[in-house]
């Protein structure tokens, strides 16, 4: 890899959706650990985590969960990192909220049995804008003030908080936007953070991550390195109608080129190449 991308990989936090995929694809005793933290349930035993998990609804339109899990109680958890406001608008959370309804539909038959959903967001600024650490929203009836009980759940993290230091919530908070593992307050996360930006088989492992985050600046250069090679093609095959003219109909150089159209300006350029 070059010395740019590795330089990268230090940068990486986990507000970074490509490498927060990376941290916690397959990692239940993380996803879990964190769950319990955000949640405030510490007996809550998570069952299976995937990543980048796609969902697709019947008219095509798909939706991709940064984190899908389940735990032993059958509940459906997504959890987003989102560094842009405009990725954690309302109407994403509904609709992500929806889609896990939809991912369940397929195998249960009432709507009675739908399993309770938690939708996620953990934001670099505070998109709700009301200065909170965090932010549950449920349905409630406007009338009583109760809850509606649906058992949909979305809640917003704000990674832009400045907490106390010692608190699990704040802490965590604060570890999410850590590019350095030393610096981070939950060591279970350090560790796994350290491990991927240190150990010489994950940090190779990681090109593929790398890659995604690089992948305009990427296929910039591929697109550049296209453009020289067709361009050095044909100034190659100009070059060699150019000395074909020279010997079968006894021109000069300048003749030829004029005979191909060369622009004056170009002559001096192919005359040289010659």
């Known amino acids: ?38 949640l405030e349930k510490d007996d809550l035993k998570v069952l299976e985590v995937q990543t980048q998990k796609s969902i697709e609804n019947i008219y095509g339109r798909s939706v991709r969960f940064d984190v899908f899990a389940t735990d032993t109680q059958g509940k459906l ?16 959370a509904r609709y992500n909220s929806v889609m896990l309804d939809y991912h369940e539909l397929n195998k249960q038959e009432e709507f009675k049995e739908l399993p309770n959903s938690f939708v996620i ?14 932010y549950h929203i449920d349905r409630i009836v406007r009338e009583t003030g109760k809850e509606f009980g649906d058992g949909t759940h979305i809640i917003y993290v704000n990674g832009s908080f400045k907490g106390e230091e010692g608190k699990p919530l704040d802490d965590l908070i604060h570890d999410f936007l850590c590019e350095n593992p030393k610096d981070m307050r939950h060591k279970q996360l350090a560790d796994r953070v350290k491990f991927l930006k240190e150990n010489k088989n994950e940090v190779n492992s990681m090109s593929s991550i790398i890659a995604e985050i690089f992948k305009d600046e990427i296929a910039e250069a591929a697109k550049k390195a296209a453009e020289k090679a067709e361009a050095d093609g044909k100034e190659k095959t ?36 010659i």
């Open 238 to 273: 100009l070059i060699e109608n150019i000395r074909n003219l020279m010997e079968t109909s006894n021109f000069t150089a300048k003749q030829a080129m004029n005979a191909l159209k060369v622009p004056v300006n170009d002559q001096s350029k192919y005359l040289a190449l």
């Open 77 to 92: 958890y997504n959890i987003e990192v989102q560094r842009a406001d405009a990725g954690a608008i309302p109407e994403r």
């Open 1 to 38: 890899m070059q010395e740019k991308y590795l330089e990268a990989l230090k940068k990486f936090r986990l507000i970074d959706d490509a490498f927060f995929s990376a941290c916690f694809d397959d990692n239940v005793k993380d996803v879990e650990y964190i769950l319990r933290i955000i």
């Open 121 to 134: 967001f953990i934001t670099e600024n505070d998109v709700i804008g009301d200065d909170e650490k965090i």
